[in-house]
T-cell receptor
Framework: GAVVSQHPSRVICKSGTSVKIECRSLDFQATTMFWYRQFPKQSLMLMATSNEGSKATYEQGVEKDKFLINHASLTLSTLTVTSAHPEDSSFYIC???????????FGPGTRLTVL | GNSVTQMEGPVTLSEEAFLTINCTYTATGYPSLFWYVQYPGEGLQLLLKATKADDKGSNKGFEATYRKETTSFHLEKGSVQVSDSAVYFCALSDLRSGNTGKLIFGQGTTLQVKP
């Protein structure tokens, strides 16, 4: 149980294009989803927290107009990197939690490369 | 504010050696504590957790005890295997202080086990 999937697992795009990453909870309802970014050999940096049906809460320094987050249902959240640039290349990981539970379950991550 | 500090890696051990990865935390409330493991190119997997003082989390031969008096949650395993080679993250979550349940991660410790 508590499986989270991400799609795609890898994406390569040209500079200036937008990329959408999906995060799905497969066997539970995710009231809250989190989006992280991880640079090579570093820890995870929380980008934003999203609750189903409401606007995401972004961490300080994260551009909400660049990283659009939508959490339209209890099983799906999407992260759209708009007008991507090479510095946006990174490993993006989502996680999900249910109700008042404090355990987050992580997706396998999406490797974004912007040329 | 809340924070997590892990011992610096990389940690290199021979197979069947004893493992300890130190983790200490600071928190204003009553956090839950977690160890996550990340294998190369993958997302994070929950390894074990403890939700209150003196709780011991255990899984796959790994153990960690929530020590409030020393604010620690050290990860231990009696006999490591090559397949344990990965990056280990200590983290805390403090729902009860009104936070969103977001995780605060340590910097990660790379474990390399040699045959």
């Amino acid at each position: 149980g508590a499986v989270v999937s991400q799609h795609p697992s890898r994406v390569i795009c040209k500079s200036g294009t937008s990329v959408k990453i999906e995060c799905r909870s497969l066997d539970f309802q995710a009231t809250t989803m989190f989006w992280y970014r991880q640079f090579p050999k570093q820890s995870l940096m929380l980008m934003a927290t999203s609750n189903e049906g409401s606007k995401a809460t972004y961490e300080q320094g994260v551009e909400k107009d660049k990283f659009l987050i939508n959490h339209a249902s209890l099983t799906l959240s999407t992260l759209t990197v708009t007008s991507a640039h090479p510095e946006d290349s990174s490993f993006y990981i989502c996680s999900a939690t249910s109700g008042a539970a404090d355990t987050q379950y992580f997706g396998p991550g999406t490797r974004l490369t912007v040329l | 504010g809340n924070s997590v500090t892990q011992m610096e890696g990389p940690v290199t051990l021979s197979e069947e050696a004893f493992l300890t990865i130190n983790c200490t935390y600071t928190a204003t409330g009553y956090p839950s504590l977690f160890w996550y493991v990340q294998y190369p190119g993958e997302g994070l997997q929950l390894l074990l957790k403890a939700t209150k003082a003196d709780d011991k989390g255990s899984n796959k031969g790994f153990e960690a005890t929530y020590r409030k008096e020393t604010t620690s949650f050290h990860l231990e395993k009696g006999s490591v295997q090559v397949s344990d080679s990965a990056v280990y993250f200590c983290a805390l979550s403090d729902l009860r202080s009104g936070n969103t349940g977001k995780l605060i991660f340590g910097q990660g410790t790379t474990l390399q086990v040699k045959p």
